[in-house]
């Protein structure tokens, strides 16, 4: 259950930065409400897998894969453009997230 809950606040923190960057760019009131709603229940998700998990291992999951997806997401949903060097960078970070989750002793499990 605590994956099911890391995995929930990733989904919404994805969510919100993705409304982030819609508030930002128009003047719609519902994008903004809509990054609220979704960073609170990223956190509170976070909040109920610390429960359960090490919060080194849940954080660098948590932000990482944000990290890696939200900027995917505005390659393809924002139409922003990524290098090579970009791509490495996203690269190492998912390769940081699988090392700490698979072979880190950070992991406790």
């Known amino acids: 259950m605590p994956y ?3 995995s929930a606040a990733i989904l919404f923190e994805i ?8 508030s930002a760019t128009t003047a719609d009131q519902w994008t903004s409400a ?3 709603v979704a960073y609170c229940l990223s956190f509170f998700f976070l909040w109920l897998a610390l429960k359960n998990l090490p919060l080194a291992m849940s954080y660098a999951t948590w932000s990482g894969i944000g990290i890696a997806a939200t900027c ?3 390659v393809f949903i924002f139409s ?3 290098d090579l060097i970009g791509l490495l960078g996203i690269t190492l970070i998912i390769a940081g ?5 698979v072979y880190s002793s950070m992991n406790g499990h």
């Open 97 to 101: 997230i699988i090392l700490i989750n």
């Open 72 to 74: 995917l997401m505005g």
């Open 80 to 82: 922003e453009k990524i």
């Open 34 to 36: 809509i990054t609220f």
């Open 4 to 6: 099911l809950y890391l």
């Open 15 to 22: 969510i919100g930065t993705i409304a982030l960057k819609w």
